[in-house]
């Protein structure tokens, strides 16, 4: 496997400071089980999956309790052994409430986990591979968790001629990736050999950001005798070099038209832990069941990248990291960039938790948003090249019609535009209203249809 550098550059971007030096050099720690885990039914993109346990039920480590339900969604299972003590709704780490399972967690964990058999991925058949991503709930592990069977299973006409590798992690504070590259390289290498055989062989491209010369390393000596087109693409510091349809013009140069998905310019995009993963569930059968979270920041006593099983608790996340420091003003599920405040520690890790920071008033101020002074730094910062003034401007006054025709919808809130706004505009919290309110509309609309169409 050779090396090359990214030669493309997307318009746009912006260079916050990473301050990822907190938490880089410490290993991945894993985490003694809490008491308690809350498992949401929803850790994925689309549909909830469909609880299958009840209060008062015994539950193995791996046994599904949450099913698939729908084309988007992914299986859920039990992260440890214990005992069912609710399925009530819960918040989620944006805000929203939805069905979890409540999960006490026994003292004993001696007794077999409910995994699923290994399979020798070689001889294995494609629907067995696939199947086997489906079974384990695999999803993207970070971004928005898009299941990963989907991703697999490219429509009849499309074919996938480039599997890209995630592994950029531009966002600020963020080490778990980097951390996984560098003590995982292993499992990614494997991941990429059972991908590549159920995409039927497409060239592989691993994005790497050049501040991860270490990583690099590790993956360099971990593919070193792999076969085929494969490189190992170092990609210039620039957030948002992460985003899907950035990363595939940085290392491809392909451009993903509006509305679609990566697979119509023959590209599928997986994040390095999500490639580990599978690896995890085809070998070894183990479900997802646990990711790695990066607790950071000034407010947090000893930043670590901690492995815990997905439902564990913020509370308990930092408790594993020596508690908050004085003077914690805000929490953030995420990275600062596009990750989530949060109001409470009593919400629990997902599938695609990837940091929980914690600021103090040295990295937190409050501000009062004043009037558009028309300096343009929004749009030169836009990466997709949309106005966020204008946008802005027009969901301020409610006319989100206007926004709808300026495109906001092809923003991924990724905040650069806000993060260089001098004016201290809300601008992607208004962009997000606007989606959130043109998907509203839309759901109610396809809803009165189909009463329509029931009373024909």
């Known amino acids: 496997m050779k090396t090359v550098q990214s030669a493309f550059k997307f318009h746009g971007g912006v260079h916050p400071q990473y301050n990822k030096d907190l938490a880089a050099s410490k290993p991945i720690e894993a985490m003694p089980l809490p008491k308690q885990l809350v498992v949401s039914m929803s ?8 609880c299958l346990v009840k209060k008062g039920d015994a539950v193995a480590k791996g046994q599904l309790i949450g099913e698939r339900n729908g084309f988007i969604s ?49 001889s294995a058949s494609l629907e067995d591979l696939l199947a086997r991503v489906n ?4 999803c993207g592990m970070g971004g928005a968790g898009f299941p990963s069977v989907v991703k697999l299973s490219p429509p009849p006409d499309k074919h996938c001629e480039y599997l890209i590798l995630n592994g950029a992690e531009c966002e600020p504070y963020l080490t778990s990736d980097y951390r996984t590259m560098l003590e995982r390289a292993d499992r990614i290498r494997v991941g990429v050999e059972i991908m590549r055989k159920i995409l039927s062989g497409p060239a592989v491209r691993i994005a790497v950001e050049a501040n991860k010369p270490e990583a690099i390393d590790a993956l360099m000596k971990a593919f070193a005798d792999i076969e085929g087109n494969v490189e190992l693409v170092v990609l210039p510091v620039l957030y948002p070099q992460g985003s899907e349809k950035h990363q595939i013009y940085a290392t491809v140069k392909r451009i993903v038209p509006e509305g679609a998905l990566p697979i119509a310019v023959g590209c599928v995009v997986e994040n390095v ?87 103090t008033s040295a990295k937190v101020f409050q501000y009062t948003s004043n009037a558009c002074i028309n300096c343009g730094r929004c749009v030169r910062a836009c990466p997709m090249q949309l106005n966020p003034a204008y946008i802005c401007s027009a969901v301020e006054s409610n006319d989100i019609a206007a926004a709808q025709k300026m495109d906001v919808m092809d923003c991924i809130e990724c905040g650069a535009c806000s993060f260089g706004c001098p004016a201290y505009r809300d601008i992607t919290q208004n962009c997000r209203r606007a989606k959130a309110s043109i998907r509203a509309a839309a759901a109610a609309a396809k809803a009165k249809a189909a009463t329509a169409n029931a009373k024909k």
């Open 135 to 138: 079974d384990a709930g695999i």
């Open 273 to 359: 832990g999500t490639v580990a993963a599978i690896a995890d569930a085809v070998e070894k059968g183990i479900p997802l069941i646990e990711r790695v979270t990066t607790v950071s920041g000034d407010g947090v006593a000893e930043p670590k990248n901690v492995r815990a099983p997905i439902g564990t608790r913020y509370a308990d996340l930092v408790a594993f990291c020596g508690g908050e420091r004085p003077g914690v003003r805000k929490v953030i599920s995420g990275g600062p960039m596009m990750g989530f405040n949060v109001p409470h520690l009593e919400i629990a890790t997902t599938k695609t938790t990837s940091g929980l920071l914690f600021f």
């Open 74 to 122: 992914a299986n859920v299972h039990a992260p440890v052994a214990g005992t069912v003590a609710a399925v009530e709704p819960r918040m989620g780490p944006t805000g929203g409430w939805v069905d979890a399972v409540i999960l006490d967690v026994a003292e004993d964990q001696s007794g077999a986990p409910a995994f699923m058999p290994p399979l020798d991925w070689k």
């Open 43 to 50: 850790q994925h993109l689309g549909a909830p999956a469909k």
